[in-house]
């Protein structure tokens, strides 16, 4: 007969085999598992970083520009006539940038700063016909006209600023 103890060693060796490879097997399962959802979770982050970079980048673009057309605009009350309409070409050419900025605020951003991106907008392309009707005639009712919506386009530019803060903050 044959010694049980070298049976139960065989045995024993054989389950110690086979819990070790099962739990190779089960570690390594986990491992790849726990670094498949770490790729994810970083790849995620990095999306977001980006987007929320690129509408940043987006923003203080539009802001740059709404800003230069109220810069460029501010001295206009003293201009004469042929100096008005130098202004005018130089307005339209500032409202061109804020247009191509406010674009891009379309694609990028939420809903409230396209919103407000389009108030600034419209509210350049106003500017636009007083100023050019201040440069067809300088009158102090044109005049008027022209500085209470020079004033209302630069009250716009700070809801788009909060709007474009609240829109950063959320991604």
Do not use: K
């Amino acid at each position: 007969m044959m010694d049980n103890s070298l049976i139960v060693a065989g045995l024993t060796g054989v389950t110690a085999i086979a819990a070790s490879s099962l739990a190779s097997w089960l570690t390594s399962r986990g491992n790849a598992h726990a670094a498949r959802i770490q790729v994810h979770a970083s790849t995620g982050a990095q999306g977001r970083e980006g987007t929320r970079q690129t509408r940043r980048a987006a923003y203080l673009d539009l802001i740059e520009r709404a800003e230069a057309v109220a810069d460029g605009l501010r001295g206009v009350d003293s201009l004469r006539s042929t100096e008005c309409e130098a202004a005018l070409a130089a307005h339209r050419d500032r409202h061109q940038h804020l247009r191509r900025a406010a674009t891009l605020i379309g694609l990028e951003g939420p809903s409230a700063v396209e919103v407000a991106a389009s108030n600034l907008l419209i509210m350049s392309g106003t500017l636009s016909t007083a100023l050019s009707a201040t440069a067809e005639n300088v009158s102090r009712d044109n005049r008027r006209e022209f500085q209470e919506t020079l004033r209302a386009y630069v009250r716009l530019i700070r809801p788009f600023v909060d709007a474009a803060a609240v829109a950063l903050d959320e991604t």
